[in-house]
T-cell receptor
Framework: DTEVTQTPKHLVMGMTNKKSLKCEQH?????MYWYKQKAKKPPELMFV???????INESVPSRFSPECPNSSLLNLHLHALQPEDSALYLC????????????FGPGTRLTVL | AQSVTQLGSHVSVSEGALVLLRCNYS??????LFWYVQYPNQGLQLLLK??????LVKGINGFEAEFKKSETSFHLTKPSAHMSDAAEYFC??????????FGQGTRLTINP
């Protein structure tokens, strides 16, 4: 299994809602990533988890809260988002932080009204 | 800090023509280099990677790239474009535990 899955595929939420994005991989990878991608731009790194511990937080606002319940799962909890947070959210995984090949999921298209 | 420059935000070629997408990196030590492809409303798919084993790297879908240290380049080529190659292409660089750094992307359009 060389796949990273993400749910939901699409999400529409209001600025007062609380929602979560989910990412799963069964490749035995120990590093997992969240990226944000705006239209016509490259992905921007948000968070890195290594061996289930938060390794990198790229100064992301606290309205985004990551969680890594186990080595296969990565969540991104969303609360009080702004319309400018609308974007494609991509999850990725790699063997570890040093192993350089990252596998990406299909993404969640988030729209904040 | 590492950086990647992709020359040309938009490249247009005819079906059957050569595809050449340019990527230059800046790094004091040769890093690992990657080309990813992104089709509309999808995630990124790895096309190929350079990890210092061989300078000419073959990837999926008929793409290949050549690492040239003297030119700090890692250009992506395909001998004959197909309509299905229309997509956004990202060059990326990484060293060790440093984050994956992407270029700005090149949108490839194929004309029938």
């Amino acid at each position: 299994d060389t796949e990273v899955t993400q749910t939901p595929k699409h999400l529409v939420m209001g600025m007062t809602n609380k929602k979560s994005l989910k990412c799963e991989q069964h490749m035995g990878h120990r590093a997992m990533y969240w990226y944000k991608q705006k239209a016509k731009k490259p992905p921007e790194l948000m968070f890195v988890y290594s061996y289930e511990k938060l390794s990198i937080n790229e100064s992301v606002p606290s309205r985004f809260s990551p969680e890594c319940p186990n080595s296969s799962l990565l969540n991104l909890h969303l609360h009080a988002l702004q319309p400018e947070d609308s974007a494609l959210y991509l999850c990725a995984s790699s063997q570890d932080e040093y192993y350089n090949e990252q596998f990406f999921g299909p993404g969640t298209r988030l729209t904040v009204l | 800090a590492q950086s990647v420059t992709q020359l040309g935000s938009h490249v247009s070629v005819s079906e059957g023509a050569l595809v050449l997408l340019r990527c230059n990196y800046s790094s004091s030590v040769p890093p690992y280099l990657f080309w990813y492809v992104q089709y509309p409303n999808q995630g990124l798919q790895l096309l190929l990677k350079y990890t210092s084993a061989a300078t000419l790297v073959k990837g999926i879908n008929g793409f290949e790239a050549e690492f040239k240290k003297s030119e700090t380049s890692f250009h992506l080529t395909k001998p004959s474009a197909h309509m299905s190659d229309a997509a956004e292409y990202f060059c990326a660089v990484k060293k060790g535990a440093q984050k994956l750094v992407f270029g700005q992307g090149t949108r490839l359009t194929i004309n029938p």
